[in-house]
């Protein structure tokens, strides 16, 4: 287990439990969302962050992985404790798109990095749709979404992704293969992508494009492209992972899932995916809505690195690409 265990980022509600996971390597990160802040100061928060850094390194273990969907607009979970601040999209009226948003990024991480947060699930690189599908209760990318121009998604979030950085802290593409086409909310239930590579070409633009840019993450969606494999969402497909990303991008930055409880993948067993993830090259695992689920998530991983179905190879790939990673980490 923990050999698996830094693969995982996890949600909290219990400062005791979380503590415990984290002092004993069977975590790698943890999600700080709403529950967290809600009703409670920034020193505090920022003092319980510290507090889990503390216990790692004490334990000899390293810094915490400190994660946040704090993308601006609609999905701001750090707010009102941060500043709410415009979705990206309203940087597309200004003179300097580009650098309007690396001002944006700028003062928006240097609020996470005060409050000790290091990886941010932003910017949504999605292209705008024209319309939400009518089941969608929790995606709303239209209102998420900088634009339906690829290029003009490239400019703003270069420009939001280089402010980060400058900030100390990195940001997160998200959320390939793409929801700009989607018409199921993969919160809920699971989505397909009839399209061929080839037509996903506008959609992927900005994935290849800003592939690594100021040291980002790509989040992986549970949406399943049937050209490549119609078996498993993209979060946790060989095809997609080890054979488009990994092998035709030759992409060897850090690859993470959207939330393991979502309805898309929960049903098929969360250790199951998470073990799936992990073989196919996925580095790091989020169980966020519900986090006691970390424990068969964990439990399922372990079983499957016992069983030979994880490969030491890839587990030992991927830890240096996240020893890398974190080594940048403020």
């Given amino acids: 287990m923990r050999a698996v265990g830094p693969h995982f980022i996890v949600g909290y509600t219990d400062f005791a439990e979380v503590a415990e996971l984290a002092e004993k390597g069977l975590i790698g990160g943890i999600y700080v969302g709403r529950r967290n802040v809600r009703h409670r100061d920034f020193a505090e928060v920022r003092d319980e962050i510290a507090a889990l850094q503390e216990k790692r390194r004490q334990a000899g273990l390293p810094p915490l992985f400190v994660t946040a969907d704090q993308e601006g607009g609609p999905v701001s979970h750090l707010s009102p404790l941060l500043d709410p601040l415009p979705p990206l999209a309203a940087l597309a009226e200004e003179t300097d798109p580009g650098q309007a948003a690396r001002a944006y990024g700028q003062r928006q991480g240097a609020a996470l990095a005060a409050l000790g947060v290091n990886l941010n699930f932003g910017p949504v690189v999605d292209l705008k749709p024209s319309g939400r599908p009518d089941d969608d209760q929790f995606s709303n990318i239209p209102a998420r979404a900088i634009s339906a121009d690829p290029e003009g998604v490239i400019d703003i979030a270069a420009g939001y992704l280089d402010g980060l950085q400058a900030a100390g802290v990195r940001g997160t593409l998200k959320h390939f293969p793409g929801l700009s086409r989607v018409d199921r909310d993969t919160h809920l239930r699971p989505a397909r992508l009839a399209a061929s ?26 949406v399943t492209l049937d050209a490549l494999d119609p078996q498993r969402a993209a979060s946790h497909s060989p095809a997609v992972i080890t054979g488009l990303l990994r092998g035709d991008w030759a992409y060897d930055g850090i690859l993470l899932t959207d939330d393991l409880n979502m309805g898309a993948v929960y049903d098929l067993g969360i250790g199951q995916v998470a073990a799936e993830a992990l073989a196919a090259g996925v580095d ?9 689920q970390i424990y068969r998530a964990l439990y399922g991983a372990a079983q499957t690195l016992e069983q030979g179905e994880i490969k030491r190879e890839t587990l030992e790939k991927s830890m240096k690409r996240l020893a890398d990673f974190g080594g940048g980490l403020r």
């Fill in 197 to 222: 590579a080839d037509d996903m070409a506008a959609d992927w633009l900005p994935f290849r494009t800003l592939a690594g840019h100021a040291d980002s993450a790509i989040m992986l969606g549970h």
């Fill in 284 to 292: 790091l695992v989020l169980v966020t809505y519900d986090p006691r």
